[in-house]
C-alpha cells in the first residue's frame, strides 16, 4: 500500500491541489478578519486545537485503542478543519466567512499542531519501530499545506475569474480523492481491517459526534450567536482528513496510523448533516414557539 504511485506521488499531488483550491477562495481580508472578530475566532481555534485532542486521548483511554491507531486518531485530532466546512455551515446557516477564517488560519497552525501532537502520541503510546514525525519532516507538511495555499491565495488576485470557476471542480476533486484514498487504505489492510474497525468504528463516530457537539455547544455557552455557533461546529467536526492521511502514508509510512481518518471519512458528512439539520430545527423551533 505504502509503495503505491498513489501514495507515494498521488496523495502529495492531490493534497497540493486541494490545499491550492482553498487558497483560489482565500484573500488577505480573511486573515484580517481575525481583529474584527476576535471572540469568534479564538473561542474556535481553542476547541479545535485544544480541546479536541484532549477529548481524543480521553476516547483512545477509555477504549483501550490499540497503539498505531491511537496515534492514528490524534493525527486526525490534530488536522485543520475542511475545506468542505464552509459548505456545511452555508447549507445550514452557519458564518461562513468565519469558516473561511479559522480554515485558513488552522491550515498554517497545522505545520505546528500535528508533529507536535503526532510525536506525543508516538511517544506516549510506546510505539515501536521506525515511526516518527520528525521536526526535520515539518518541511514535507509545510509543502503539503501552505505553499499551495499561498500560491492559490496569489492566483486569485490576479485571476478572480478564474478562482470563482475553480471552486466547484476542486471541491469534487477533494472529495473523489478522499473517497479513492480511503478505500485504499481499508483495501491495504484488507486482512485486519474487519479488527480494525471494530476497535476504531465506535471510536471515531463517537468523536466524530462529540466534535460537531463539542463546536457548536462550546461556542454556544461562551455566548456567539447561532451563525458562530454554526460555523464552530463544521470547522471543529470537519476535518482535513486528506492532510492526515498524506501524513500517515507519505509521511509516516504507516497505513493502520491511517485507518483512523479514512473510517473517520465514512461518518464525517453524514454526521455534520444530520447535526446541521437537529441544530437548525431547533433553532426555529425557539423562534416560531417565542411569543409575539
Not at 491550492?20 to 469568534?40: E, H, N, Y
Request: glycine share 6%; net charge neutral; with cysteine.
Amino acid at each position: 500500500m505504502t509503495d503505491s504511485a498513489l501514495i507515494t506521488t498521488g496523495l502529495p499531488v492531490a493534497l497540493a491541489i486541494i490545499m491550492f483550491g482553498l487558497g483560489l477562495s482565500l484573500t488577505l481580508g480573511d486573515f484580517r478578519r481575525v481583529a474584527r472578530t476576535p471572540k469568534a475566532v479564538a473561542v474556535a481555534l481553542f476547541l479545535q486545537v485544544v480541546i479536541l485532542p484532549m477529548v481524543a486521548l480521553t476516547l483512545i483511554l477509555i477504549f483501550d485503542v490499540e497503539p498505531l491507531l491511537a496515534v492514528g486518531l490524534m493525527l486526525l485530532a490534530a488536522s485543520p478543519g475542511g475545506t468542505t466546512a464552509s459548505l456545511f455551515s452555508h447549507l445550514f446557516r452557519g458564518d461562513v466567512a468565519l469558516n473561511i477564517t479559522l480554515t485558513a488560519i488552522n491550515s498554517v497552525l497545522a505545520v505546528i499542531t500535528i508533529p507536535v501532537f503526532t510525536n506525543f502520541a508516538i511517544g506516549y503510546f510506546d510505539v515501536d519501530g521506525k515511526l516518527g514525525l520528525q521536526f526535520g519532516k515539518i518541511s514535507e507538511v509545510l509543502a503539503f499545506i501552505l505553499i499551495p495555499v499561498v500560491i492559490g491565495m496569489f492566483v486569485r488576485t490576479q485571476a478572480p475569474k478564474f478562482a470563482l470557476r475553480m471552486d466547484r471542480p476542486v471541491r469534487i476533486f477533494s472529495i473523489v480523492i478522499l473517497a479513492t484514498v480511503s478505500v485504499g487504505a481499508l483495501i491495504g489492510e484488507r486482512d485486519n481491517a474487519l479488527d480494525y474497525l471494530l476497535q476504531i468504528g465506535l471510536v471515531t463516530a463517537l468523536f466524530c459526534l462529540f466534535s460537531l457537539t463539542l463546536g457548536y455547544l462550546g461556542a454556544r455557552i461562551l455566548r456567539l450567536d447561532q451563525p458562530s455557533s454554526v460555523a464552530s461546529s463544521m470547522e471543529v467536526g470537519i476535518h482535513n482528513t486528506t492532510v492526515a492521511l498524506t501524513v500517515a502514508l507519505s509521511v509516516l509510512e504507516n497505513p493502520i496510523v491511517a485507518i483512523p481518518s479514512a473510517v473517520y471519512s465514512v461518518f464525517m458528512y453524514p454526521f455534520a448533516a444530520a447535526f446541521g439539520y437537529a441544530v437548525t430545527r431547533e433553532r426555529s423551533h425557539a423562534i416560531e414557539s417565542r411569543p409575539a
